[in-house]
Nanobody, 116 residues
Framework: QVQLVESGGGLVQTGGSLTLSCAFS????????MAWYRQAPGKQRELVAK???????TYTDSVKGRFAISRDNAKTTVSLRMNSLKPEDTAVYYC??????????WGQGTRVTVSS
């Protein structure tokens, strides 16, 4: 069974930076598309960024140019570097791993709070 453990959340001021990390275990990491989602209070969970097993990345428009997703297949980790943080980035961030139907896993989430 896949396990995802996020770390790196916290409190940061507007304009600051944070790096989130997600440790993957329990299956073959290279099979999975990895992604970061977030859920702000009172809002639906949204896709922030994803990276395929070949390294192709996509981002939601609101974070383009500020966030960068990366993966290390040897260490089976995925990271999200977040720069120029804004109060609207405040949310619980979730790591996601998806391969095919029935192989969709979530981490427990890590909270990011950006103070104005």
């Amino acid at each position: 069974q896949v396990q995802l453990v996020e770390s790196g959340g916290g409190l940061v001021q507007t304009g600051g930076s944070l790096t989130l990390s997600c440790a993957f275990s329990g299956s073959s990491f290279s099979n999975y598309v990895m992604a970061w989602y977030r859920q702000a209070p009172g809002k639906q969970r949204e896709l922030v960024a994803k990276i395929t097993n070949s390294g192709t990345t996509t981002y939601t428009d609101s974070v383009k140019g500020r966030f960068a997703i990366s993966r290390d297949n040897a260490k089976t980790t995925v990271s999200l570097r977040m720069n120029s943080l804004k109060p609207e980035d405040t949310a619980v961030y979730y790591c996601n791993a998806i391969w095919r139907i029935g192989y969709n896993f979530w981490g427990q989430g890590t909270r990011v709070t950006v103070s104005s």
